[in-house]
């Protein structure tokens, strides 16, 4: 039988198993101790294959894991294939630096990436439609919605089908309500699973994928912990903003900072309307950091 790792605690991990294209439940297993011996950890997320050792008590063995799509170090997930990046409209206002932020280091890891922005109904000066904007401006597919009212999730609904989405963003914008929208179809028992380990069923102390129908599975994690940009050098942060690249050709150098030269593609279009002032200083706020960045 195959299935996916949706959880792991205390060396048991719990995977969402299938006999054939049947769903077949959740089944509390053991990893092999070959895996221990090769320096191979099962993750939430892996696909497996497993042995049933007690159908009526839901019990199995991991027998083996199957090659992974990618691995992320923190959180430690495997065979995501795009991140949700939350962020409310107002109530709290968002953090554009932090947001940055997010989208550089998801690309970093070559995830695609969808910018929500949450807290529709709270938007009374339009600020959500400015908001997208300028992030689909940048290459990012933008949505704006409200888990309160329950708009826009249809159009979430189908971005996120067939796919394994992790949720990244600050706390306070509303992402457990809408992670409880998105699983209102769930397939798989998340309550038993939550009963055998005493924990609440949208907690997020451990990573976790939530099957929300068949082969769609949102990553519902304490977070991405690492939104430093250590591994980046000043000369690369461009590279992560997608929207500069038409009008680099205009650039008078070769390798253009697109803040103090003479004749930059970049800050021509700036000042037209081309690349949005908001991003634009971001960029700056970043290159400056990159900048003074101290090198041990």
Do not use: W
Request: charged content about 30%.
């Amino acid at each position: 039988m195959r299935g996916k790792i949706i959880r792991g605690i205390a060396g048991f991990y719990y995977v969402h198993a299938f006999a054939g294209k049947a769903e077949a439940g959740v089944y509390e297993c053991k990893a092999r101790g070959i895996f221990r011996r090769d320096n191979r950890k099962p993750l939430v997320g892996d696909n497996v294959e497993l042995d049933i050792v007690d159908e009526g008590q839901k019990l199995g063995n991991i027998r083996e894991l199957l090659p992974r799509q990618n691995e992320l170090i923190r959180p430690a997930v495997a065979n995501i294939d795009q991140a949700l990046v939350i962020f409310a409209i107002a109530s709290p206002k968002p953090d554009f630096n932090l947001l940055d932020r997010f989208l550089i280091m998801l690309q970093q890891q070559r995830i695609p990436c969808i910018v929500c922005f949450n807290k529709e109904d709270l938007d009374e000066e339009g600020a959500g439609e400015r908001y997208r904007d300028i992030y689909e401006a940048g290459g990012f597919q933008t949505v704006t919605v409200s888990a309160d009212r329950r708009s826009g999730i249809d159009r979430l609904e189908k971005l996120l089908r067939g796919r394994t989405t992790a949720v990244a963003g600050p706390s306070g914008v509303g992402k457990s309500s809408l992670v409880n929208c998105l699983q209102s179809g769930v397939i798989m028992e998340t309550g038993q699973i939550s009963r055998k380990i005493e924990r609440g069923r949208h907690t997020t102390r451990h990573t976790e994928l939530i099957a929300v129908e068949e082969d769609t599975y949102i990553l519902d994690t304490p977070g991405f912990s690492s939104l430093g940009l250590f591994r980046l050098e000043k000369e690369q942060l461009g590279l992560y903003y997608p929207e500069f690249a038409r009008y680099e050709k205009f650039c008078r150098f070769g390798g253009c900072s697109h803040i103090n030269e003479p004749e930059c593609g970049v800050k021509a279009a700036l000042a037209e309307g081309g690349v949005s002032r908001l991003r634009y200083d971001n960029y700056c706020l970043l290159y400056e950091e990159l900048k003074n960045r101290r090198k041990y």
